[in-house]
């Protein structure tokens, strides 16, 4: 029997926390880095989470990455695809969310696919098409300061008609809280109007899971996380209760905290973990300057008490990253930080590191890759959204990816409080 449901997600945070909530929603669930290689082993997994890394490379290198995982994703029996992306939308000017859902609904001859990034357990709502973060609109939420992908407006419907080549429909709230049959009749009338995709309102996450009713039998659905924990009932899959938490024993693995993330969640929580634990500020005009910063760190990892993590972060505030990338450009920048923080992850690892928090969509997406990290299992849940989670190799590594804006203020300690 084949898989029933394929996920292609656009960054590796992303792509655990989305096979966090498969999982957490009764679904068998694992997950590639990359397109899974011919070996990767399915087991008897109802949904494959395909992590890529194509959120902000060139629209062309996403929508080739997007198909090839898609011809997997079918291959292996998926019989809905899901396009995962953030929850804030993250994008560039050029996409690439628009011309990835061209793509793949071109390739399955999808008539209709959703488009709802709403997550509202982490406080992203969709109302009247305009997505909101906590009480502010995405542009005046501190994503419009992100260093990637600054997002500067709200409408998701104007922001997806900008990159997709169809036409952009929206169901909103009223429609949605009406319930399932007049979300069915919106659905049908946005498909005789030649509407590629509908934005649906979501509030709370009973919109959701009446969203996810009314998207069974779609063969794509596009959306962030939160929209995915409707899909399991659809193919009469439930709940399993949640993983319990255990503290971890007193023999704790040699931990690091590796944050590339700049956002203001994860600067807030490094603000604890770097009062608590021994760390390290990697600087940026350091690594352009040619000094030998991973070996430094590493050296200084080493010298460090066994017992406690380590945290090693890159991160800075909006008025230095900005300063950053008007002297060295935003891609090259960022690129060199995540080079960095990756060999600095292979490197603590082969010093007998084996367990890793690493912050930042991007930054982690670099870090996994490093490691040649092909595929991981999903545990417990440490915050919405994130997991720990243990690779697939033969020296497994316990490993936590989390999304820049996720996990409260304590997020490090709590990480560090739950057993795998
Ligand atoms: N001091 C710095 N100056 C400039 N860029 C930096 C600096 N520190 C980190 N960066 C870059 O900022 C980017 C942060 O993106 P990343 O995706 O890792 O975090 P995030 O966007 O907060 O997380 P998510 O995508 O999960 O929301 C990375 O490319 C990282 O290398
Ligand atoms: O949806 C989110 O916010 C996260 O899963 C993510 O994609 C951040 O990179």
């Known amino acids: 029997m084949g898989i029933l449901l394929g996920v292609i997600a656009d960054d590796f945070t992303g792509a655990t926390d989305i096979a966090s909530i498969l999982v957490r929603e009764g679904m068998r669930t694992v997950m590639s880095i990359g397109v899974p290689a011919p070996a990767f082993d399915v087991h008897d997994a109802d949904a494959v989470v395909v992590a890529l890394k194509s959120r902000t490379t060139p629209v062309a290198e996403a929508v080739a990455q997007s198909l090839d995982a898609l011809t997997w994703l079918r291959a292996h029996g998926a019989e809905q695809i899901f396009l995962k992306y953030c929850s804030t939308f993250d994008s560039t000017a050029k996409g690439n969310i628009g011309p990835v859902a061209d793509a793949l609904s071109d390739a399955l001859d999808a008539k209709i696919a959703v488009v709802c990034p709403a997550f509202p357990k982490n406080g992203r709502t969709v109302f009247n098409g305009h997505l909101f973060v906590g009480r502010q609109l995405l542009q005046d939420s501190p994503m419009k300061d992100h260093p990637l992908t600054p997002m500067r407006r709200s409408d998701l419907v104007s922001l997806m008609a900008e990159q997709s080549a169809h036409s952009i429909g929206l169901v909103p709230h009223d429609v949605i809280s009406a319930g399932d049959a007049a979300i069915a009749d919106a659905f049908g009338r946005s498909v005789e109007a030649g509407q590629r995709y509908v934005v649906t309102d979501a509030i709370h996450d009973d919109h959701l899971r009446a969203i996810g009713r009314a998207v069974c039998g779609h063969k794509l659905v596009t959306g962030g996380s939160a929209l995915a924990m409707g899909l399991p009932a659809n193919f009469g899959i439930s709940p399993r209760k949640p993983a319990e938490r255990e503290s971890t024993s007193s023999a704790s693995p040699r931990t690091a905290i590796l944050a590339g993330s700049c956002s203001a969640a994860t600067r807030q929580q490094l603000a604890r973990a770097t009062a608590l634990w021994p760390s390290r500020r990697i600087d940026l005009d350091a690594i352009a300057n040619k000094r030998p910063v991973v070996e430094e760190t590493l050296s200084w990892a080493q010298s460090q008490p066994a017992g406690q993590p380590v945290v090693i972060y890159g991160s800075a505030d909006p008025a230095e990253v900005e300063e950053n990338q008007a002297r060295y450009g935003a891609q090259q920048a960022g690129a060199m930080m995540e080079h960095t923080l990756a060999a600095i992850a292979e490197g603590l690892v082969a010093n007998g590191v084996s367990r890793l928090l690493v912050a930042g969509g991007e930054t982690s997406?670099?870090?996994?890759?490093?490691?040649?990290?092909?595929?991981?299992?999903?545990?417990?849940?440490?915050?919405?959204?994130?997991?720990?989670?243990?690779?697939?190799?033969?020296?497994?590594?316990?490993?936590?990816?989390?999304?820049?804006?996720?996990?409260?203020?304590?997020?490090f300690e709590r990480a560090l409080d739950i057993s795998v």
């Not at 994130?386 to 409260?408: I, M, Y």
């Open 365 to 411: 997406g670099a870090v996994i890759s490093a490691l040649k990290v092909q595929g991981l299992s999903i545990g417990a849940e440490i915050a919405p959204g994130v997991p720990w989670t243990t690779t697939l190799s033969d020296r497994p590594l316990q490993v936590a990816l989390k999304s820049g804006n996720f996990g409260g203020p304590d997020f």
